[in-house]
Nanobody
Framework: QLQASGGGLVQAGGSLRLSCVASGRPFSTYTVGWFRQALGKERDFVAASFRGQYAVYAESVKGRFTISRDNSKNTVYLQMNNLRPEDTAVYYC???????????????????WGQGTLVTVSS
């Protein structure tokens, strides 16, 4: 089970840190990803921590967002800096056991999803 939190309202240029806490089995070797869905749009890939070894980012967030994890707390973070109004969306975390790094941007690579946390960036 995954629990996402940390969303809120922030002005453009501001920062937020999202957290995704996993309960149950330790997930140190799992791939954990963040996706987002803006109103009326499809859910898009944002970032992933591939089995705790590599970070993968969507082009739109490279250089602004950082994914990290604290395995001792079963928690993955998404630090979001220099936020833009187009970053406004519901953010979801997900976990999966994929062994193929090239699949991390695909929703089908994840078997467990959190409930989402809303991020609103005002201009």
């Amino acid at each position: 089970q995954l629990q996402a939190s940390g969303g809120g309202l922030v002005q453009a240029g501001g920062s937020l840190r999202l957290s995704c806490v996993a309960s149950g089995r330790p997930f140190s070797t799992y791939t954990v990803g963040w996706f987002r869905q803006a109103l009326g749009k499809e859910r898009d890939f944002v970032a992933a921590s591939f089995r705790g070894q590599y970070a993968v980012y969507a082009e739109s967030v490279k250089g602004r967002f950082t994914i990290s994890r604290d395995n001792s707390k079963n928690t993955v973070y998404l630090q979001m800096n220099n936020l833009r109004p187009e970053d406004t969306a519901v953010y979801y975390c997900a976990a999966g056991s994929t062994l193929i790094r090239s699949t991390v941007a695909s929703q089908s690579a994840y078997g467990a999803w959190g409930q989402g946390t809303l991020v609103t960036v005002s201009s």
